[in-house]
């Protein structure tokens, strides 16, 4: 296969050329091949693919505890949240597709390509961070499920996640579209474990419904607010901006300006369809919480392996729990395929650094795993429940140092030319930041006083 041409952009960046730098994941840029005619469906299908890689981190365990706890607490109230969350990631995935086609770069090169060299090298340490956090909540998930499954010790668990690092590798040796379609079957397996439980649940079709639309009671109630921006801070992950604006650039569209055109329009199109499931996965987790514990006072439950005690005998379905530990186990290695994806980005992006693959995500691995392992060891696994409480926490504070580059790029005329985003697109964008920052400091000023 011929080296990806890199393509021409607008020369507001510090580095306007392309001689500085590799192509996003050079390895399997432009590697994908797309009709340049046919029907709308076989067009979308070639384009399928990064969208639901992106989609993973919108349902990784860390959004497991955050979804359950609003449905136990509040019933049905917050579906609202998960609404609205999803609306967001949708937007921000989108642009992040588009700075990603329309300029060749992914967020990370594009950071260095434009903030001095010590604001580049904070916002890589802030993003390593987030992946850190992303990951201590796959290496608990998966371990938990591993425990609930086959009766693996916690730390035995914890110690076998790192083997996917070696399933990553093999999936990208055979080739990205092999890797997609990995990932989009154990996205399947989640989702019909969710749907036979929710019509296990039976839950009141008016009082989902009323779910969604808005109310008041999440801003003015304390409790409701923290759970609330929690499950913000778990949906929409920070990691994800850069690995979609990566990714995309796996499809070997035309460079031109009509090229970019039609690509940005399949990409936007694959994401918001990816995003719309998980939006069922989550809405369906705090479906099932609601209908199995609101409805029968345990209000308390807040953590995994008691949802999994529960729900067989609660929705009189013998399955149910065994369907749970599945979907979990699923979404835990789907979750470490993508996050270690986005640290070699991020790396290489960043820094430029490119280390060998294994090596590179042992290292991520390797500095997710060492905590858990410690946390274990000296609080056994109460620890690890509020290590991933935090691990949620510290993904919402670093998703602004994200969102804010990313929209401050895709806003700015010089540096994506024709594709820069139409005013109101450029208005909604930086509401959506604002709002996603405000909601973190409160975030932020709830647990310090907690």
């Known amino acids: 296969m011929s080296k990806p041409v890199l393509p021409s952009t607008p020369a507001a960046w510090r580095f306007a050329d392309a001689s500085h730098r590799q192509p996003s994941l050079s390895e399997v840029n432009a590697s994908v091949n797309v009709p340049a005619t046919g029907t709308w ?30 449905g136990a607490q509040f019933g049905y109230t917050l579906l609202c949240v998960i609404l609205l969350s999803n609306l967001m990631a949708i937007l921000l995935q989108a642009l992040s597709a588009r700075l990603g086609i329309a300029t060749g770069r992914d967020l990370a090169q594009a950071c260095r390509d434009h903030y001095p060299r010590p604001v580049s090298f904070a916002l890589w340490v802030i993003c390593e961070l987030a992946i850190i956090a992303c990951d201590l909540a796959e290496v608990i998930g998966t371990a938990i499920a591993l425990k609930l499954l086959f ?41 019909t474990c969710f749907a036979v439980q929710v019509a296990a649940a039976a839950p009141p079709i008016a009082a989902i419904i009323n779910g969604f639309i808005p109310s008041t009671e999440v801003v003015t109630n304390p409790a409701m607010l923290y759970i609330a921006i929690g499950i913000l801070g778990a949906t929409v992950m920070p990691h994800n901006l850069y690995l979609h604006s990566s990714i995309v650039q796996t499809r070997n569209y035309p460079r031109d300006n009509p090229g970019k055109r039609d690509a940005i329009k399949w990409a936007t199109t694959d994401s918001s369809i990816a995003l719309m499931l998980a ?57 470490t395929v993508t996050a270690t994806l986005a640290g070699q ?28 392992i410690i946390v274990t060891a000296l609080y056994g696994e109460k620890g690890t429940a509020q290590l991933l409480i935090f691990s949620q926490v510290v993904l919402s504070m670093q998703l602004p140092f994200a969102a804010i580059p990313l929209v401050r790029f895709v806003t ?5 030319g024709e594709f820069v985003v139409s005013t109101w697109v450029a208005v909604l964008a930086w509401a959506v930041t604002a709002v996603i920052v405000v909601l973190n400091l409160k975030l932020l000023y709830d647990f310090a006083l907690a």
Not at 156 to 178: A, H, I, Q, S, Y
Not at 289 to 317: K, M, R, W
């Open 41 to 70: 469906l076989r067009r979308l299908l070639a384009f399928s693919g990064p969208g639901y890689m992106v989609s993973v981190g919108y349902m990784d365990p860390g959004n497991w505890a955050t979804d359950l706890a609003g």
């Open 412 to 416: 700015d005329r010089r540096k994506m």
């Open 151 to 191: 009766g693996i010790p916690l730390m035995g668990g914890v110690l076998l996640t790192t083997l996917d690092v070696f399933l990553l590798l093999l999936l990208m040796n055979k080739g990205f579209r092999f890797l997609e379609a990995f990932v989009i079957a154990l996205l399947i397996v989640i989702g």
């Open 279 to 335: 939006l069922f996965i989550n809405a369906a987790i705090l479906i099932v919480g609601a209908a199995a514990f609101h409805t029968s006072g345990l209000t308390d439950v807040a953590e995994i392996e008691q949802a999994f005690e529960l729900l067989s005998p609660l929705l009189g379905l013998s399955i149910a729990s065994t369907l749970f530990a599945v979907a979990l186990l699923a979404s835990g290695v789907n979750s």
């Open 345 to 372: 980005i991020v790396m290489e992006g960043f820094l430029r650094l490119r280390l060998p693959h294994w090596m590179r995500r042992l290292l991520t691995r390797g500095l997710a795993v060492i905590p858990v």
